[in-house]
């Protein structure tokens, strides 16, 4: 196992790491929802600690046109340098057998890299996808991802306190915003849970769900989204 402090000096940034900082230093978000282009991503991890934990797997799946596009989707397992701890296991259910023969993280990012391309990025509590991946991101290329990020958690938070009736609804302690918890409670598909495919599925449908919910169903740009939340903030790493 080789220990985190030697590893090797990060190599040439990947060029779509280059373009993509280029592309979004002035990002219009006046720019129609219909016309983005969305990767919704999850990740499933040894642990919560993106200083010394890691990456076992990775989904994503591609939202056009705010559809789901069927066929247009990215999985893969991912052999961690550490052993993976039992408590993960039992969480995600990926075990050392499952992974002892896959790929390192710094040799599956090309190919993440070019399905996400120049696509929004969606997730729930996407900081903590984003961490991960922006220290893999920062260790192999030097670089770290600038495509904008949204969090269906942030976005149920606002869905949420458009129906607020008091001041004090916002501390209701019996208020969940657990992906699989919000999918029950809003009708939505259900799939397997800490899977990391079936999870960016499931972030992918509650994503959709309040584009159409917030502001009764009348943002159409980015920047609508952006106004929604008043206290909204892209996420950045």
Not at 203 to 226: E, M, P, S, W
């Amino acid at each position: 196992m080789t220990p985190w402090r030697t590893r090797p000096a990060p190599g040439p940034p990947h060029p779509l790491l280059v373009e993509n900082r280029d592309r979004f230093q002035t990002f219009d978000t006046a720019v129609a929802l219909k016309d983005c282009d969305f990767t919704v991503v999850d990740t499933e991890l040894t642990g919560l600690d993106p200083r010394h934990e890691e990456i076992v797997s990775i989904g994503a799946v591609r939202v056009r046109g705010l559809c789901i596009v069927p066929g247009e989707s990215f999985s893969v397992l991912v052999r961690p340098r550490k052993d993976l701890p039992k408590q993960s296991t039992l969480i995600h259910r990926i075990t050392p057998q499952q992974v002892q023969d896959r790929p390192r993280l710094r040799h599956v990012l090309p190919e993440f890299l070019e399905f996400v391309g120049s696509s929004l990025l969606v997730g729930h509590h996407v900081g903590l996808d984003m961490a991960f991946l922006n220290r893999a991101m920062a260790d192999v290329y030097g670089l770290k991802v600038e495509n904008p990020c949204l969090d269906t958690l942030r976005m149920a938070q606002i869905y949420r306190a458009e129906h607020w009736e008091n001041y004090y609804d916002r501390y209701a302690l019996n208020v969940s915003y657990a992906l699989s918890d919000l999918s029950m409670e809003w009708g939505l598909p259900r799939f397997p849970a800490h899977n990391a495919l079936a999870d960016a599925m499931q972030t992918a449908y509650l994503f959709l769900y309040l584009i159409r919910k917030i502001q009764g169903g009348r943002l159409v740009t980015l920047h609508d989204l952006y106004r929604a939340g008043r206290n909204w903030r892209w996420h950045s790493s």
